[in-house]
Structures are given as structure tokens and as C-alpha cells.
């Protein structure tokens, strides 16, 4: 079993920051690339920023220059920083990622999600 664990959501003023972390647990061979996404009300869940195990990334449009994902491989945990917070930046968060399990499995796992709001 593999498991995905969030925190560090919450409520914060527009042009504030929050940090989210993930942690990944369980029977873990290797994590092959990690990244968040975010969904809305009303709206579809979409990419918000990724990262390979090597260390690429790549990030949705709307949030370059002002979110910064990184990961510590040690830790099995990957981090997205989020500065100059926008109302538009409203959404649950969740965390994802493509993991082969120590039976040589690979999967796409997922987070429960944790909630961003930003108040104008």
C-alpha cells in the first residue's frame, strides 16, 4: 500500500504565502515524478506544477514565477511553495504522484486534498 499525505493549506490574505508538503508512505521502490494539482468548484482539476525524480519541472502558466515546487527524495516528499497568493488561487489542492511499489507496480497515487483560500 502507498499513501499520500498533505498538509498545509489554509486561509491567507491575497499577496500572502503558504507552503504545502507530501509526504509519500508505504511499500515504496521508487517515486518517478511528483506534482500538484488543484480543482475549483465548478471547474476541472488542472496541473498546477510537477517535478521528475531528476529534478525538472514544469509548471501551469497562470502560477510561473510565483509558486516554486521542489522535492527531498530522503523524505519521499515533495513541497510547493506559493507566494503572491491571488483569490483566483482558490481551490483543494492535491497532491499526486507515479510510484513503483516494491512488486515492480507502477501507479499514479493520490492525496486526499487540502484547501487553499485566499481572500481579496
Known amino acids: 500500500q502507498v499513501q499520500l499525505a498533505e498538509s498545509g493549506g489554509g486561509l491567507v490574505q491575497s499577496g500572502g504565502s503558504l507552503r504545502l508538503s507530501c509526504a509519500a508512505s508505504?511499500?515504496?521502490?521508487?517515486?518517478?515524478?511528483m506534482g500538484w494539482y488543484r480543482q475549483a468548484p465548478g471547474k476541472q482539476r488542472e496541473l498546477v506544477a510537477a517535478?521528475?525524480?531528476?529534478?525538472?519541472?514544469n509548471y501551469a502558466d497562470s502560477v510561473k514565477g510565483r509558486f516554486t515546487i521542489s522535492r527531498a527524495n530522503a523524505k519521499n516528499t515533495v513541497y510547493l511553495q506559493m507566494n503572491s497568493l491571488k483569490p483566483e488561487d482558490t481551490a483543494v489542492y492535491y497532491c499526486?504522484?507515479?510510484?513503483?511499489?516494491?512488486?515492480?507496480?507502477?501507479?499514479?497515487?493520490w492525496g486526499q486534498g487540502t484547501q487553499v483560500t485566499v481572500s481579496s
Open positions: 517535478i521528475t525524480s531528476g529534478g525538472s519541472t
Open positions: 499526486a504522484a507515479k510510484i513503483t511499489s516494491s512488486r515492480n507496480l507502477q501507479a499514479d497515487y
Open positions: 508505504g511499500s515504496i521502490f521508487e517515486i518517478n515524478a
